[in-house]
């Protein structure tokens, strides 16, 4: 159904929203703001500690992190539930503060967007910031250049996203096998073996 939802109002970072052509960068809804504490917190958390270390060896080799006494369903749990709080995050980002209406499918596949993301990002933290800016950044263009009286076909506003996602995952694919830092038991299960 489509009903109206009441948002949260944008928070301006004085003095920063005076700064002439990117001011209106630091007059965000605080989730915006939020996020960039989330990206950062996350970087620390992986990089920089042992929870991180632990986590990635985990990814990497579970079996070698439950030789070294980790509880690897439990590291696991905890990194599905944390990404799945971070998907309902941006799922009520669009929904409150984006359109500030609830529609059914709403996320027109954005979803999809998101996982080739992770791909094109190669599982780096800041590449993922840089092509969320890019896809985000497309997003956003679009109504802006129809503001300024640019006529474009509607089907093509729509696609545009989904047909600039297409060509960087072709990009990605079409370059040379780099690493891909992808961890060695990515979608794999894991069952602990008996200990004698």
Known sequence: TNRPVSGLSAVELWPLSELPVIGKVFVQNPIVYLTVVIFIAV?????????????????????????????????????????????GLAGGFIAVLST?????????????????????ARWSPWRA???????????ALIPQLAATGVRLPQYFVLMTPYAVTLLVMVWVASGKRQSTSQPGALGEPYIREERR
């Not at 920089?48 to 080799?61: F, K, M, P, Q, Y």
């Not at 059914?104 to 094109?120: E, P, Q, Y």
Request: charged share 15%; net charge positive; proline share 3%.
């Open 43 to 87: 970087v620390w958390l992986l990089k920089r500690t042992r929870t991180g270390l632990r986590l990635r060896a985990v990814g990497e080799n579970p079996q070698a992190a439950d030789a070294a006494g980790i509880s690897v369903p439990g590291y696991r749990l905890a990194a599905i539930v944390a990404g799945s709080a971070l998907m």
């Open 100 to 120: 500030k209406m609830w529609i059914a499918d709403m996320t027109g596949g954005r979803g999809w967007i998101a996982v080739s993301l992770v791909i094109f």
């Open 129 to 139: 910031l840089a092509g969320a800016l890019l896809f985000g950044g497309i997003e």
